[in-house]
């Protein structure tokens, strides 16, 4: 799944190609907003909330949007052919660009005023002006039993955190994924880590992927995502893989069991 830099990206895509320009052509290829219309109305801006996007328009409407497992939105000049079958969820167009929403996982057209219904529950958001590491650190001591792995994915504690940089940011603070919230000394720390690492591949993005090691050559960009198996760059011992999680939300996990001991 995407997570929240690369959603912070396709933000940034959406502005650059609807901000400020009215709206040409709207077409929901979802079934509960199927006769839903936004032509005539200018796009007021788009943001990023986590793993959600925001996209507001004139009239005080929002779409909201979650890209999920499969979803992406591909920006390409205005009468473009879309693809074919049941691939577009949104197409959303002025006369220079279009915005096409491929597979999306979540597609929503709500007031503007109720966009709390449907991010509201998220905690502060990495990459968001509300960007809080104290609460973000309140919100995960909550639950102080709990697995810091899984705390960090539960985006009701800080929104916009995935796979890779829970991996990463615990690689980096040498904590074992499975240790509870209440035994982690330095939650804010923690965060506060986890969000510079985030904020620096969503401002400063490597065109072979995540960097987090400082170094962009592609086989060399993480320090334990992606590298299950082969040697812990540190101290040599053989990256470990597993999930974490209840089913059906078991996430993949990797971790250095040299680096970060139970």
């Known amino acids: 799944m995407p ?19 009215v709206l040409t052509r709207s077409d929901f290829r979802v079934p509960r907003h199927a006769t839903a ?6 796009v007021v801006t ?18 909201h949007t979650h890209l999920r497992m499969d ?22 167009a002025n006369e220079r660009w279009q915005a096409v929403g491929l597979r999306l996982g979540m597609v929503d057209l709500v007031r ?10 998220l905690g502060p958001d990495l990459l968001g002006p509300d960007w809080d590491p104290d609460e973000a650190a309140r919100r995960l001591r909550a639950e102080p ?14 929104a916009g955190i995935g796979t890779i940089y829970r991996a990463e940011t615990l690689f980096l603070r040498g904590i074992w994924p499975w240790r509870t919230v209440g035994e982690v ?3 804010e720390g923690l965060v506060s880590l986890a969000q510079r690492i985030m904020a620096a591949n969503a401002h400063h993005r490597s065109p072979a992927g995540t960097v987090t090691t400082g170094d962009r050559r592609p086989a060399n960009r993480t320090w334990v995502y992606g590298r ?13 893989r597993g999930e974490m999680g209840t089913g059906p939300q078991e996430r993949l996990i990797l971790w250095c069991a040299g680096c970060q001991p139970r």
Do not use: F
């Open 37 to 42: 219309d936004l032509t005539g109305r200018a």
């Open 46 to 63: 788009t943001v990023s909330r986590g793993k959600h996007l925001l996209t507001r328009v004139e009239g005080d409407l929002t779409v």
């Open 71 to 92: 979803g992406s939105w591909v920006v390409t000049p205005a009468g473009r052919r879309t693809p074919p079958g049941d691939l577009v969820r949104l197409v959303l």
């Open 185 to 187: 000394e330095d939650l």
């Open 228 to 240: 299950a198996g082969r040697p812990c760059r540190r101290c040599g011992t053989r990256i470990s």
């Open 3 to 21: 997570e929240g830099d690369a959603v912070h990206r396709t933000a940034g895509r959406l502005r650059g190609a609807l901000d400020g320009h």
């Open 145 to 158: 039993g709990r697995p810091i792995g899984e705390a960090l994915l539960d985006q009701r504690n800080l």
């Open 112 to 121: 503007t005023d109720e966009e709390a219904r449907l991010v509201g529950h």
